[in-house]
């Protein structure tokens, strides 16, 4: 029985699943010697022994399934548990500049209206330059400016007498954030208040500060990576320049504190001539409080920028702006470069700026010409950032 269970094994299994040659069998009956009605049982019995058994317990299909379902779940779970401890740790953070607001003679709020000088006529005359200007519902306005010429405005728009002076000459002049995923362009710090003694800077939101991409949804600046991409089409320059005038944004301040420069920072160790600063934003101008949820490493650290073609231009001309999100969930290390491109004078920092300007040009060049008399009719207003135009009405009521 162990050789005809062996030999059915190989022969019968193969009859009954693979359709076995009738043959094989023949001769296996003869070689033992076995009666066809004597064989027909033993090859059924033989079937049955040779069969595969059903996959059951853990091994089916239904607990498999059920096992990486199961496994996806805990891992959401997980990463739920592990982005609610990192907004809870903080939102637990102090204020960086808690000291400064419980000492200021002006309390612990600042915003727009606090500075020493509002620039207002000053802004209106260079709203006069923006093109194609519109209003949102709020009653705040913006407009278009090419590539080459809006560091320069933004530039002279936030050079305000009685605050520019005081502002560190490192701290002066138009940043490109250069790599930034979101489409936000252009930046300056040099409208805000400085003090001196505690190394801080506040900026508040105000107008001619910022800058955005003014490209249609899908049209990106040059080099952009996949992930920009799909950035700049989720939310447009425009959307994000709005949004910086909604309730919720329009009294916000960022402040900047700046102290010797630590290990494991893009600075150098130990360095502190404003090479290393943490950053924190503060809804409502209110320096007690933080908004930055998502955010715990904020920082700006100041990196080498040897190929600037003038010696005299480098000193702060490079930061890395570090930003991580949720405990560095998508990484440590992210961020983009804040790379000056005018210096405190307005000067033109090469070769950044002309990098910067091949950067924009992408957007610029799929418009064409609208007639042969006016090559740049177009390309004048979409292929250029957003700039904010003019004074904000309400903070102004």
């Known amino acids: 029985l162990r050789s005809v269970r062996m030999r059915s094994c190989a022969g019968c299994c193969l009859d009954a699943d693979a359709g076995g040659d ?47 379902c199961c496994l ?10 592990y982005v609610a401890s990192c907004v809870r740790s903080t939102m637990n953070q102090e204020s960086i500049v808690l000291p400064l607001a419980k000492d200021r003679e002006g309390g612990q709020y600042f915003t727009l209206q606090n500075m020493t000088t509002i620039p207002r006529d000053r802004w209106d005359v260079f709203s006069l330059l923006l093109t194609e200007p519109w209003t949102t519902a709020g009653n705040y306005s913006f407009g278009y400016a090419t590539p080459d010429r809006t560091p320069s405005m933004l530039f002279e728009g936030s050079k305000a007498e009685g605050v520019f002076e005081e502002i560190p000459d490192k701290l002066r002049g138009v940043w490109w954030m250069r790599g930034n995923p979101i489409a936000e362009v252009l930046a300056v710090v040099q409208y805000g208040k400085w003090f001196e003694k505690e190394k801080t800077l506040l900026v508040p939101n105000a107008p001619w500060t910022w ?3 003014g490209g249609e949804a899908n049209e990106y600046p040059k080099g952009l990576d996949w992930i920009s991409k799909l950035v700049y089409g989720f939310a447009s ?15 916000t301040l960022v402040s900047f504190v700046f102290e010797p420069c ?20 503060h809804a409502s101008g209110d320096l007690t409080k933080h908004g930055m949820v998502y955010y715990d490493g904020y920082t700006m650290e100041e990196m080498s920028a040897e ?23 998508f990484g440590r290390g992210t961020g983009y470069n804040l790379t000056k491109i005018l210096d405190g004078y307005g000067n033109k920092v090469e070769p950044y700026f002309s990098e910067y300007i091949d950067f924009m040009e992408e957007g610029l060049s799929s418009f064409g010409r609208t007639s042969r008399s006016e090559p740049h009719a177009r390309r004048s207003r979409k292929g250029s950032r957003w700039a904010m135009r003019a004074v904000y009405d309400l903070m102004a009521a």
Not at 237 to 251: K, N, V
């Open 237 to 251: 320059g425009r959307s994000i320049a709005e949004s910086y005038t909604d309730l919720s944004a329009i009294d």
């Open 307 to 329: 190929e600037v073609t003038n010696d005299t231009q480098r000193n702060g001309s490079r930061y890395f702006r570090r930003s991580e999100l949720f405990c560095g969930l």
């Open 22 to 68: 009738i043959d094989d069998i023949r001769a296996w009956q003869d070689q033992h010697k076995v009666r066809p009605h004597e064989a027909a049982p033993l090859l059924e019995r033989s079937r049955v022994h040779s069969r595969t058994p059903p996959v059951s317990g853990l091994c089916s299909p239904k607990w498999v399934c059920g096992g990486i």
């Open 72 to 81: 996806m779940l805990l891992g959401l779970i997980a990463m739920a548990i």
């Open 262 to 281: 630590p290990d494991g920072a893009e600075c150098e160790e130990g360095a502190e001539n404003l090479a290393y600063a943490k950053l924190m934003s």
């Open 211 to 213: 800058a955005w991409w």
